[in-house]
């Protein structure tokens, strides 16, 4: 008996001596990378978001894994390239339109369904909140999933609590919630049971994971009716816009009450807060969501997958820091368990990179940087264009280059982002070497992710010359 005292007191003590800072994970989407007062939008109002970035470091050249939201979420979770956590779409799309499959040469790979019906991850797959509680870390999850039902959902998934909740207002919740109200907002009340899970782990003295990915701003377009009439009154713009900057005042106002909650309980200094989007924006009338850049959810230009990425911890990151690092959603993984000290899991291979050095001054870039992007989406084929509006394509950023491969027609086409971030003049033709520099480069990363070959649609009629 003694002995086992002696054995509990020593691990007590362990853990004691390892920093193990409590994380919030604030999760928004489809908010774009010009979404945000500290990323140069004048007409948001971010007030809480933008201090956040004050006191952290905001990174200008953040991306996600996916322009869409399940693939990029997944990336999230897993720290994996999508070739290996192998949810691939959100839905199949082509799958019900007969001009797009008949018009497709090569069928993309089929998405994760481990329970034969939904898409989801595999129960297998070690996920952030997972790592962390074998590091003696309380887990929630509170918002949208969007990566499995039943029993691929958050329950099953390291969250020691978590609630579900899809739209806005009459949101869904799952499991099913006895105490939300009939006019309830879904981001307050996910705010609350947020706060709620903070205050019980400081009571506690345990360190804690909170994932809070906010429905907002995704549409349906539908902010608080206060937060609207004021934009209404304020500015002469469109519908649309208008309801976009009211949802991200909303996104904002929950934002400061999770900080505020932190600071008020003394625990804001020992806390790593870590804010990003899902994907790049929705498109809307105006673009000023992902202005300057061309694209927008659904493609691979800048505009749809860059975001916004901030992240604060006053024990080792400095305030005021602004990095340009190329950095992507798999690194979210590495980051925090060095942040943690938790040990990577057993035989979960990890595609990310540890930003703990960014933040922290250690290292100003990440040395030799690959960025890649694996989106087959086909949709919506254009008879009189003879185009798709999204398609299969493989796309690698790497020292200032970006390369786009389209699988269909095996084409290319590059752009220097150092002189031209905003991809307006395409060089395929004046630097061939460069194509055939990154095409070698991308081979490799489809080797050594297990990337699947394209597979000859049967459907497919050809073309009549």
């Known amino acids: 008996m003694l002995n086992i005292v002696v054995i509990l007191l020593a691990s007590i003590h362990c853990f004691a001596q390892i920093d193990r800072p409590n994380v919030v994970f604030i999760l928004a989407d489809d908010l774009g990378v010009n979404a945000l007062g500290c990323y140069g939008n004048d007409f948001v109002e971010t007030p809480a978001i933008d201090q956040l970035a004050k006191e952290g470091i905001r990174f200008t050249n953040a991306y996600s894994n996916d322009p869409t939201c399940a693939p990029s979420r997944a990336s999230i979770m897993t720290g994996q390239y999508v070739p290996r956590h192998k949810i691939y779409r959100v839905s199949d799309r082509y799958k019900k339109d007969q001009a797009t499959l008949q018009n497709m040469q090569y069928l993309p790979p089929e998405n994760n369904k481990p329970n034969g019906k939904g898409v989801g991850l595999s129960l297998d797959k070690v996920l952030i909140p997972e790592a962390l509680k074998e590091n003696g870390y309380a887990t929630a999850g509170f918002g949208k999933w969007h990566l499995g039902t039943k029993e691929l959902s958050m329950q099953n998934q390291g969250f020691d609590e978590a609630i579900e909740t899809k739209k806005h207002y009459n949101f869904t919740h799952f499991p099913t919630q006895t105490d939300v109200l009939e006019n309830d907002y879904n981001a307050d009340y996910i705010t609350k049971k947020g ?130 690092s190329p950095i992507i959603h798999v690194d979210i993984y590495p980051t925090i368990l060095s942040f943690t000290n938790t040990l990577l899991p057993k035989k979960h291979v990890l595609d990310g990179v540890n930003l703990q050095p960014i933040t922290t001054g250690e290292k100003k870039l990440i040395a030799d940087r690959k960025l890649i992007w694996q989106y087959t989406n086909y949709s919506r084929f254009n008879k009189k264009s003879k185009k798709f509006t999204a398609e299969w394509v493989n796309v690698i950023q790497y020292k200032g280059f970006k390369m786009t491969e389209f699988v269909e027609n095996n084409t290319y086409k590059l752009f220097d982002l150092t002189t031209d971030p905003y991809e307006q003049n395409e060089i395929t033709n004046v630097l061939p070497q460069k194509i055939k520099e990154l095409s070698a480069l991308l081979q490799k990363w489809k080797e050594d992710t297990n990337a699947e070959l394209p597979r000859v649609n049967p459907a497919y009629i050809h073309p009549i010359n």
């Open 195 to 324: 706060i709620a899970f903070i205050e019980k782990q400081v009571n506690n003295n345990t360190p804690f994971f909170l994932f809070l990915p906010y429905y907002l701003v995704h549409k349906p377009l539908e902010p608080k009716l206060e937060t609207y009439t004021y934009f209404k009154d304020k500015y002469n713009f469109d519908e649309e816009t208008t309801k976009v900057l009211a949802m991200i005042k909303n996104l904002d106002e929950s934002v400061a009450k999770v900080l505020s909650s932190l600071k008020k309980l003394n625990i804001e200094d020992n806390t790593l807060i870590i804010f990003a989007s899902d994907n790049g924006h929705y498109k809307t009338s105006n673009g000023m969501f992902t202005k300057p850049y061309q694209g927008y959810k659904g493609n691979t230009l800048e505009g749809g997958i860059r975001v916004p990425y901030i992240m604060k911890y006053s024990k080792k990151i400095k305030a005021n820091q602004v990095s340009t």
